[in-house]
C-alpha cells in the first residue's frame, strides 16, 4: 500500500514539474492560455533575452567595446521592436475588451426588455383587473 502512495506522489509531483517546466505554471495541468497570454509570454521572454546580451556585453566590454557595442545596439533594437509589438498587442486587448463588453451590454439590454415586458404585462392584466373591479363597484 505503501508503495502505491509513493508512486502517486511522484507522479503528482512529476506532472506539477513538467508543468511548471513547459508553462511556468504550478499546477497538475496547465490552464489554456488565450493567444493574447501566449503573444505575452513570448514578448516576455525576448525582454529577457535582450536583457541577457546587453548583461553579457557589458562583462565582455573589457575585451572587445567594438562588440559589446554591437550587441547592445541589437539589443536596443530588439526592444524597439518589442515595443511597437506590446503596443499591436494593447490595441488587440482594448479592441477585444471593448467587444465584450459591447457584447455584455447587449445582452444586458435584452434581458432588461424581458423583464420590462413582463413587468408591463402584469402592469397591464392589474389594471384590467382594477377596472373591472371598479365597474363591479357601481
Known amino acids: 500500500m505503501k508503495v502505491f502512495v509513493v508512486l502517486a506522489l511522484l507522479v503528482v509531483a512529476t ?17 489554456r492560455l488565450s493567444p493574447e497570454e501566449t503573444q505575452l509570454r513570448a514578448l516576455e521572454k525576448r525582454l529577457e533575452a535582450a536583457r541577457r546580451q546587453v ?13 559589446a557595442a554591437a550587441v547592445v545596439a541589437a539589443a536596443q533594437r530588439e526592444v524597439e521592436r518589442l515595443g511597437a509589438e506590446v503596443e499591436l498587442l494593447l490595441a488587440r486587448l482594448q479592441e477585444s475588451a471593448i467587444r465584450r ?12 426588455e424581458r423583464v420590462q415586458a413582463r413587468a ?18 357601481r
Open 15 to 31: 506532472l506539477v514539474a513538467a508543468t511548471y517546466v513547459t508553462t511556468g505554471q504550478v499546477g497538475l495541468l496547465p490552464r
Open 55 to 67: 548583461a553579457g556585453a557589458g562583462r565582455a566590454a573589457g575585451v572587445s567595446g567594438a562588440e
Open 101 to 112: 463588453a459591447g457584447e455584455a451590454h447587449t445582452r444586458a439590454v435584452r434581458r432588461l
Open 120 to 137: 408591463r404585462e402584469r402592469a397591464e392584466k392589474l389594471r384590467n383587473a382594477v377596472q373591472a373591479f371598479q365597474r363591479e363597484l
